[in-house]
């Protein structure tokens, strides 16, 4: 989209994100000594939608739809909704649509000028310094330009390679830790044959349960 339009693009990562939106339930926590000894065994409510609240992630999107609709003028994609794009006019006059990306806290922006965007962004929820730039990985995903011959537009291509490669990387050491091994060739995912809903094998314990979630995100 970018390339055909000639459009830039840059990224960033909002710093706790979670931390910008207010606490939507009532929760109170009863102090410990890491509050301090004055402080042992009050009372404290929790103002902020911290890490780990059910609803925290709920707050935080709805903090940045609304900043990203009513103070920037973006409105969502329909097939997206964490796509956001508004009309804007190119220096040349032609007319195209400005794009924001929202993954949690990773943010991308597609303009003619992504940077003014993003400083603009940066007015409401503080980004990483060092996050703000051309996008190399995204989501996980290699992000590299490249030309082709005859057409001046820029380009950029996305590879999942370097994910991958992590992640059997990361399977191996927890098999190897267990005494397993993956199989050094799999002619499929799954064996000839097989029915998931007929599986009776045990379920997994929290830990591994957990594991595999991690794994397919």
Known sequence: MAALNDLDVMSADVAGAYLNADCPEKVHIICGPEFGTEYIGRVAIIKKALYGLRSSGFAWRSLCAK??????????????????????????????????????????????????????????????????????????????????????????????????????????????KRGLMLKTRAPSVLPSGYVPELDGSSELDDERATYYQSLIG
């Open 67 to 176: 900043t990203l609709r009513e103070n920037m003028g973006f409105k969502p994609c329909r097939a997206d909704n964490d796509t956001w794009m508004r009309p804007a006019v190119k220096r040349n006059g032609e007319k195209y649509y400005e794009y924001i990306f929202v993954y949690t806290d990773d943010i991308m922006v597609v303009s003619e000028n992504p940077r003014a965007i993003l400083d603009r962004l940066n007015l409401y929820f503080l980004l990483k310094p060092d996050s703000i730039g051309k996008p190399n990985i995204y989501l996980g995903a290699q992000i590299q330009p490249f030309e082709i011959k005859g057409d001046p537009r820029k380009k950029r291509a996305i590879s999942s390679e370097q994910y991958v490669k992590e992640a059997v990387r990361l399977v191996k050491d927890w098999l190897e």
